[in-house]
């Protein structure tokens, strides 16, 4: 129980210290001894202002679901001998013909050819721009852009023209999300709730909850300690230069 009172306390230390560091560019202790205030986890900058990208664009969005969805209905065609979860792993997987759908089908596929997210083939296979394909499956798999890792002229483009909004945030949303719903009630009310928990004395009698609360909380640090470490790695690299 104690040590998992103690890494509360020093999870929020760490991160009012490296707030402080980015926002001034060192940790005056006289300043930090006198802010009681911890930040949320949404209010923590990153040293690069474009560090995440987000995907506003709902047309976008619902091509990705196209795709990528196990409920799409090009999942299949008249000819499929295999089942395929989605229309992505049918096109590639197999030389998939135009012809071979349904009429119900073809205006979905019609709508991606005229928009360029598919290409018929002079044989009548169905063929697609694997890089916009592949980030707009990076970004329904993970919710995000890592654009400082996701190099891709594509991304550039979808920012420029206000599909992509950035961030510069040390977490993801989809990271500030799980953090979240670990450690306090701030935007889930039905999460572990570790931090408030142990800040507040409501924590459990049991030693083996102690022990797994613990455990989690070593998790939840490493997380945090990586995110920092690699901020002060790369802030000296491209993201500044």
Known sequence: MEKCRNICSELDSILKQYKLFVDSGRIDMDLFSMTSHVPTFSQIPSFYKKKYGYLIDITLKNI?????????????????????????????????????????????????LEMEYLYIDRTGIITYPKEKILVLKDYYDNEVFCTTYLKSDYI??????????????????????????????????????????????????GTNDHKRDYFQFLKIFALIVLKINEEFCRREDVWNK
């Open 64 to 112: 990705a679901s196209t795709f990528f969805s196990n409920q799409c209905i090009l999942s299949f065609t008249e000819h499929t001998q295999e089942k395929y979860n989605t229309f992505w792993e049918l096109i590639k997987s197999e030389k998939t013909h135009y012809a071979n759908y349904y009429d119900y089908q073809k205006p979905l596929i019609d709508n991606l």
């Open 156 to 205: 550039n483009s979808l920012i420029i023209n206000g599909s992509i909004v950035t961030e510069g945030t040390l977490f993801s949303k989809p990271e500030q999300d799980y953090l979240n719903y670990m450690l306090n009630n701030s935007i889930f009310d039905n999460g572990p709730a570790l931090r408030n928990k142990y800040i507040h004395g409501s924590n459990p009698l």
